[in-house]
């Protein structure tokens, strides 16, 4: 299997460390190892004093996937422990072959699309529509573009890195269209408990539909990246056996620091859930009254979830110069949205950092 390189992957490794102030980043504000521990009472205390540094379950800690299932409204036999990235790899190794046709809501995380295109998919990317400053789901498109050879849907919402967030009408419109066509659907669902109104806030898909699979984890909604924690979810049985087995070629099992840790956060997900949307709402404002206050420069749309925005550089500047000036002459690192595979001379904001209102006043000063 060949790949293209990770454009947004890279483009992190060649700034993220070396450049001062960084106004793109998914994630939200990461935790220390101890508060973690602190909140996470004497069970917790007690499975981390006993922890023994060996290989664990393959398909992942019980208390763990209990967790999960509890906040995915799934059953613990419906889940698997993984990487998320390495989820997207080995799903999307089961469930597809040479020749399947794929359709993947964009533009979105790179993997999405490139893993079905290396293994030898057709790929059809399904475009959000912009109008009148807000993004829209283009359900007619979805239905057009479905073949007789069409395998599988991939979605992503909260969307990254628009924000967007249909309503619940709109997401069953697509379960169902998947479902009277025999499609499965792949639910991106990283950035699900960042809605910011939570009463907004969609079911899991496997919880709908059973021809689906749903990706999690604790990166963007609980702020723990560095435990490189993520799950799938599904109703289908058969799936979830062959991700086991695929997973046997790459991890093998998770690391049993970050799954005691996992299980301490997800025990506490609706706090640190509110900690992160906290940080995301107020930023949020600060980003909105800044980017809507210059209409000369910039083209606003207003996001529904998730801790990124994508607003639109105007004028006759490429997004790709500019983000090129702020690092040069501010050391500030700001994404095209080259590394989505677009030229719409957008760029991903994102919200989740403590740190965002200093990077955000290095870019005023950078506009002048």
């Known amino acids: 299997m060949k790949v293209r390189d990770f ?5 992190f490794a060649r700034y993220e460390f070396s450049v001062r102030h960084l106004l793109s980043p998914s994630d939200c504000e990461s935790l220390r190892a101890e508060e973690l521990l602190e909140g996470g009472g004497p069970e917790i205390a007690e499975l981390w004093r006993n922890l023994r540094l060996t290989y664990t379950e393959s398909r992942g800690h019980p208390l763990l996937r209990e967790e999960i299932a509890a906040a995915a409204d799934v059953t ?4 698997l422990v993984l990487n998320p990235e390495e989820g997207i790899f080995l799903t999307m190794n089961a469930l597809l072959d040479e020749k399947d046709h794929v359709i993947v809501l964009s533009p ?3 993997s999405l699309y490139e893993i079905p295109k290396s293994l030898g998919c057709e790929v059809t990317r399904w475009y959000l529509k912009k109008e009148n400053g807000a993004w829209k789901l283009d359900l007619p498109f979805l239905q057009e573009a479905a073949k007789e050879n069409t ?5 992503n919402f909260p969307h990254n890195p ?3 967030l249909p309503t619940e009408d709109e997401l069953a419109a697509v379960v169902d269209f998947a479902a009277k066509n025999g499609i499965f ?13 939570p009463e907004k806030r969609l079911p899991s898909v496997p919880s709908l539909y059973r021809k689906s699979a749903a990706l999690g984890g604790l990166s963007k909604t609980y702020g723990l990246p560095g435990l490189r924690i993520g799950w799938i979810t599904s109703k289908d049985g058969w799936l979830l056996d062959r991700v086991a087995s695929l997973k046997d070629y790459t991890t093998i099992c998770s690391s049993a620091p970050s799954e005691i840790l996992a299980i301490a956060a997800l025990r506490r997900r609706d706090e640190l859930a ?3 949307r906290a940080i995301v ?12 206050g210059r209409k000369d420069c910039f083209e606003w749309f207003e996001p529904g979830g998730g801790s990124t925005v994508f607003p639109k550089l105007l004028g006759t500047q490429s997004v790709r110069d500019f983000c090129e000036r702020t690092v040069e002459e501010k050391s500030l690192m700001v994404l095209p949205d080259s590394v989505f595979d677009v030229d719409w001379n957008h760029f991903r904001v994102g919200l989740g950092r403590e740190s965002f209102p200093e990077a955000l006043e290095v870019l005023r000063k950078f506009i002048g």
Do not use: K
């Not at 454009?7 to 483009?11: C, G, S, T, V």
């Not at 659907?185 to 109104?197: K, P, Q």
């Open 185 to 197: 659907l792949f639910s991106d669902e990283m950035y699900r408990g960042l809605e910011h109104d």
């Open 281 to 292: 709402r107020r930023n949020l404002s600060l980003a909105r009254e800044f980017f809507s």
């Open 274 to 276: 509110e900690r992160c």
């Open 162 to 164: 628009t924000g967007f």
């Open 151 to 155: 395998r599988l849907i991939i979605i």
């Open 7 to 11: 454009l947004l992957e890279r483009y």
């Open 76 to 79: 613990s036999g419906d889940t």
């Open 108 to 110: 979105g995380y790179q």
